[in-house]
């Protein structure tokens, strides 16, 4: 599944593996403070443990420079849908290093996401983002051609 990407850093995408935590937490640590939402190390490692669980319907990716570095990640789910029968993809989460935006870390990372969705029959991929993320949206807007009208609304439980 890894796919090597052209550009300078030598991006290469594949699912996130054991060895990669400590790079990984980093990078989560970066992302839940962009969003300005304190997640409890207990549910951190409960999301570790999840990724790592093949069984479990939450899996990543991450993106690799040619050293190695883990430059960032994407999180996705596959759930079933009620408006067809292949199973969807929710890109939940997309973090890349902010030393190595603009170089096309999030694009293969997406890139790569549509691929496997491809191969394996999914759905769709949809994700969402924040109004304001005028960064995240100019990348998102390019790869999708836009945002599809959607609102979103949350009862928080």
Known sequence: MAK???SALGIKIEPIGPDDEAAWRPLWDQY?????????????????????DPDFAI?????????????????????PNTWGTSP????????????????????ALIDQLVALGRAR?????????QETNTTARRLYDSVAGGADGFVRYVIRL
């Open 4 to 6: 090597p990407e052209s």
């Open 32 to 52: 839940c403070a962009f969003y300005q939402v304190n997640v409890d190390i207990a549910v951190t490692s409960t999301l570790w443990t999840r990724l790592m």
């Open 59 to 79: 899996k990543a990716l991450v993106a690799r420079g040619g050293d190695g570095r883990i430059l960032g990640f994407c999180h996705y789910v596959l759930h």
């Open 88 to 107: 969807v993809c929710y890109l939940e989460d997309l973090f890349t290093d902010p030393a190595f935006r603009g170089q096309g870390v999030g694009r």
């Open 121 to 129: 029959g999914w759905g769709r991929v949809y994700w969402h983002t």
